[in-house]
């Protein structure tokens, strides 16, 4: 069971500055978060009984990079839409 839901969907979107994001694009990033929320990418284990190796916190540590970087690339390509509408 994914512990993500609309609220925090809109909310992270918000956050990272895509609140007026297509409903479309709201959707995939849903989409995108509860497969990476289903991974554990996006939760932090504080569990001292959970062993994690040095390559795996690099690792880790790598995709949620990847996964701001992608915030960004969302970010861009709402405004090239946006232009390009308001051109026709």
């Given at each position: 069971m994914t512990i993500l839901n609309n609220d925090k969907i809109?909310?992270?979107?918000?956050?990272?500055?895509?609140?007026?994001?297509?409903?479309?694009?709201?959707?995939?990033?849903?989409?995108?978060?509860?497969?990476?929320?289903?991974?554990n990418v996006l939760r932090t284990n504080n569990s001292k009984n959970y062993f994690i190796d040095r390559s795996t916190l690099e690792t880790t540590s790598f995709?949620?990079?990847?996964?701001?970087?992608?915030?960004l690339i969302i970010a861009q390509n709402e405004k090239i839409i946006k232009a390009l509408n308001a051109s026709k």
């Open positions: 809109h909310r992270l979107l918000n956050e990272r500055g895509l609140g007026n994001v297509s409903p479309e694009t709201a959707e995939a990033v849903e989409s995108i978060l509860g497969e990476l929320d289903r991974k995709l949620r990079a990847l996964v701001e970087q992608n915030w």
